[in-house]
């Protein structure tokens, strides 16, 4: 006597086992085009939400690294103010200054110069006073007034411009300040040769940092 088999693709087939309702709705599904396209439609869906949600990830992730515009935001104030107060050229040609030229030397040279002059001026060895006189005051701000607009005046890369649009405006501050902290020419005007080495070295690079590359 054989024992009766039971066919499980269609509910309500076998007489030893009740179908279940996943079985049931299963065999409903797979009757009904309508229900069967419905069904396919929402699978799609699942497997595009499934695919989209890492790069969501991935993106949500990489946001977070992109660099910081601060850098990018002081230069652009810097440059708006320094365009704005510091002189510029009566037209819009080309500036005649460019590197390899006479004017261009001519200004890296004053503004060197200057700087020199000014320093002995802020020590106290050119011109020699015990009061304070209009030479240091001259030496004191020599570095705004005569070696950053001369620098400025060439047609230096962006990233020398950005440096000496900060210096225009940092200076000043540090004139200005520090003489509250101490009232000493040499020491401001050390200060401001600090400034100028530390925004070079942050914006252009050191001097041995390009013979190294």
Known sequence: MHSPTCNLARPGTCPLQRPSWAQFRSAQLQQSPHCRNRWRAAASNSEDTTA???????????????????NKDISRAARNV?????????TASKNPAYPGSLLYKIFETQAWASLAVGGLLSFNVIFPSDQPNIARLLGMWSAWMFTVPSLRARDC???????????????PLLNVGLPFVWKSFPFIFTADVVALAAVYSWKVGLPFQSNKA
């Open 52 to 70: 989209e949600s890492p790069a969501e990830d991935r993106s949500s992730d990489a946001a977070p690294q992109k660099p910081s515009s601060r």
């Open 82 to 90: 320094a365009t704005t107060f510091a002189p510029r050229a009566s």
């Open 157 to 171: 890369p962006p990233a020398e411009k950005d440096a000496l649009n900060i210096l225009f405006i940092l200076i």
